[in-house]
């Protein structure tokens, strides 16, 4: 049997290992890999978290990332989406709406350089970056910016007058002809009159 096949044998074998570390390690594991219980925490009350959130909802509608922006306030960028997720809603929609507008024009501020300055590499790239950002903003906000389809049906139904006599003709011989004859009940829509 090879030795690569069986389960216990290691993919690194022959690669020295680096130092392992304890729990109480920063960085290694446990409450120190989530940041530990020095990590600063977004304010949740009075004038700094005014200030805070302001300040992030600014940066982001001036088109900064998240990961920008968490790096700024040190948290992760996780925790700075649901803060502004959970904190303010509405002006996070808003902002982010405004940012990805904001990627768009600067995607076709880069093509109006490349064009100027006949750089076929800077245009490429505006160009796959303007494509990303137009895409990115129809996907989140398919009500604005997205596709629209509709559908417009029209059904007509037809149905020619020798087909209502042999229908009428056939139904008097199933009852036979001693019974009243069948009646012909016009089910065409009739157009509505509006002035009552």
Known sequence: MDTALRPSSRADKGIK?????????????GEARKGGPNRPILPREGPERDKTLAAALQAYSEGFTLTEIAETHQVSKQAMRAWLLNEVPEQYHKTQTAGLLQRIAEA??????????????????????????????????????????????????????????????????????????VQVIDVTPQPKDESI
Do not use: W
Not at 17 to 29: D, E, N, V, Y
Not at 147 to 158: A, E, G, L, P, S
């Open 108 to 181: 076709d501020d880069g093509i109006d350089y490349a064009l100027e300055h006949r750089d076929v590499i800077v245009l490429a790239c505006a160009r796959e970056q303007g494509k990303f950002a137009r895409m990115d903003l129809e996907r989140r906000r398919p009500h604005l910016y997205g596709q629209k389809q509709f559908i417009d049906q029209t059904v007509t139904v037809t149905i020619e007058a020798s087909l209502t006599e042999d229908a009428k003709l056939l139904l008097n011989r199933i009852r036979g002809a001693v019974q009243q004859p």
């Open 17 to 29: 290992r680096g130092p392992r570390g304890k729990a109480g390690q920063p960085g290694i594991t």
